[in-house]
């Protein structure tokens, strides 16, 4: 069933998490399709955690049964782990796309050798700059139940000094991120919030009257934001 919340915001409600999957992975290979057909490189900005997770397995198993085309790929953050961190968001992207992962992702990584993301920003921003289409043909992201988005939590900056990323800091754990920033969040075709449970569903419906990270996402964005959510 599908619900305007708040336009260009829409809710598209799932009784369970597998039939949520199969719908957006519908979507999302359509996409990828149509840039095909282009010869043109759909390019996307995901989210990490476990809650995404089985789409990018389903969505691999669907496209190993396509030809193959390119598909640019980078996280919409990420923790200063190696790859191989069980917290690593493109270590994940790696464990839940083995079909396809060589045959068709191009991923364009948010981390270089740098000790800390602090003194990386400028490379990576550079990076980000030369590896990626201006805009994204969608951004998968999540939300915590705090109302944070990718590594951009409370209180704490969005965007820094007209960059594509900043170094970010979670606040309970203190662990050292490095994030899109919401406006490069916000350069994209389409966005795909995937939210599940009544508490997020709340955080989400009241967002408005807030202040926090997926407030502003709502207010700035100028694209159409779709809402997967399931109980």
């Known amino acids: 069933m599908d619900m305007a919340l708040n336009s260009p915001l829409q809710l598209r409600s799932f009784d369970n998490f597998a039939e949520l999957s199969t719908s957006l992975v519908h979507e999302w290979v359509s996409l990828i399709d149509h840039a095909a057909q282009s010869n043109q490189a ?3 900005a995901l989210a990490g955690g476990s809650t995404p997770a089985p ?5 691999d198993q669907a ?11 980078t996280a919409t953050d990420e923790r200063w782990v190696h790859d191989s961190d069980p917290q690593s968001n493109e270590g994940l992207f790696k464990q839940c796309l083995p079909l396809s992962y060589r045959k ?5 990584s948010l981390k270089n050798a740098a000790s800390t993301p602090e003194v990386s920003i400028e490379a990576i921003n550079e990076r980000l700059n030369q590896q ?5 043909d969608a951004v998968l992201l999540g939300m915590g139940a705090d109302g944070h ?14 960059l594509d990323c900043l170094a970010a ?5 203190h662990q050292t991120r490095i994030s899109l920033s919401l406006p490069r969040l916000l350069q994209t075709e389409k966005i ?3 939210i599940t449970g009544k508490e997020k569903r709340q955080v989400l419906e009241s967002a408005m009257t807030n202040s926090l990270p997926i407030t502003h996402l709502l207010k700035q964005a100028q694209c159409k934001i779709e809402v997967f959510w399931c109980p």
């Open 149 to 162: 988005i990718a590594s951009l939590f409370p209180g704490a900056p969005v965007q820094a000094d007209g």
């Open 104 to 108: 068709n992702w191009e991923l364009v």
């Open 42 to 44: 759909a390019s996307f």
């Open 63 to 73: 496209l190993a049964q396509r030809p193959a085309s390119k598909v640019r790929l």
């Open 192 to 194: 795909w919030l995937v």
């Open 132 to 136: 990626l289409p201006t805009r994204f």
């Open 169 to 173: 800091v979670h606040p309970q754990t």
């Open 55 to 59: 789409v990018y397995r389903e969505l």
